[in-house]
């Protein structure tokens, strides 16, 4: 992942990327589990619609970059860290 390639997300998904020590990237790390907080993933996404998260996963797949979500908490169902 490089800048050019968060710039790209950044586009797709304008105030709704999370870059490492933002206070969207605490707030949204708080939420995975504790086991999962353990990761320290490179940003986190807001997507909003079923349409943003295919284009998160289409980024994600043209960047190699993986993607995970919080398990076990459906109130986050579109938080998704990559990293």
């Known amino acids: 992942m490089n800048a ?3 710039a790209e997300l950044n586009q797709l998904l304008p105030e709704r ?3 490492i020590e933002s206070p969207m990237w605490e707030a ?4 995975f589990s504790p086991v999962g907080r353990l990761r320290k993933p490179a940003m986190v996404v807001r997507p ?6 295919a284009k ?3 980024w994600a797949t043209q ?4 993607v995970y979500r919080p398990f076990g908490r459906p109130q986050f169902r579109c938080l998704l860290g990559l990293e």
């Open 4 to 6: 050019k390639s968060i």
């Open 17 to 19: 990327v999370g870059l």
């Open 48 to 53: 909003t619609h079923v349409q943003e998260i």
């Open 56 to 58: 998160v996963m289409q």
């Open 28 to 31: 949204g790390r708080q939420v």
């Open 63 to 66: 960047t190699s970059t993986r």
